[in-house]
């Protein structure tokens, strides 16, 4: 009777920390994410975001997935057209961005770009990272204007965050 009340209890255990796991990774298109404490999860048509701000410190960032797109077959070209039409378009950046080729992640091709612009009389960064598998294209914009963000919050969030395999897309 010991024995078994100790096997249901770590099966209980094992139970409990699987929903506490399961509970913990949300997601999103072809993304995996352990949601960010703190900040406002808001959902669009193409996109998730993520934003937290602290008004008292003047501080702020905002964490967007943009959900898979046909690629063009270029990771250069892809992260160009990302960089305009989600960059410069809706935060009128001027800069041109730094970039460089990533690290590949869970089979996707990575590359990257920075910039800094003025954003509500202050300076911000903004951060775009493009992925490509196969014929699929998604996105990761990061917007913030402080630079503790970036180990505090940033980091630990896009060192969780998994890309699955691209789902079948349907040509426009």
């Known amino acids: ?15 409990c ?9 949300s997601t999103y298109d072809v ?16 996109f998730i975001s993520f934003t937290k701000t602290d008004s008292k410190a003047g501080i702020y960032c905002i964490i967007s997935l943009y959900a ?14 990302d960089w305009a039409n989600l960059v410069v378009k809706p935060f009128a950046v001027k800069d041109v961005p730094q970039k460089a080729a990533g690290d590949d992640l869970d089979g996707w091709k990575t590359y990257t770009g920075a910039a ?23 996105a990761i914009i990061v917007l913030t204007n402080s630079k503790d963000m970036l180990a505090t919050d940033i980091d630990p969030f896009l060192s969780k965050l998994k890309l699955g395999k691209p789902k ?3 040509a426009k």
Request: proline share 1%; hydrophobic share 40%.
């Open 1 to 15: 009777i010991i024995k078994m009340k100790k096997t249901l209890l770590l099966l209980y255990v094992s139970l």
């Open 17 to 25: 920390l699987c929903a506490f796991v399961a509970k913990a990774q």
């Open 31 to 46: 993304f995996t994410y352990t949601e960010p404490k703190g900040y406002k999860k808001e959902t669009q048509k193409d």
């Open 68 to 81: 898979q797109t046909t690629s063009s077959g270029d990771i250069v070209k892809d992260f160009e057209e």
């Open 116 to 138: 800094n612009f003025e954003f509500n009389g202050g300076n911000s960064m903004v951060i775009l990272t493009t992925a490509k598998n196969k014929n699929a294209n998604v």
């Open 168 to 170: 079948a897309l349907i």
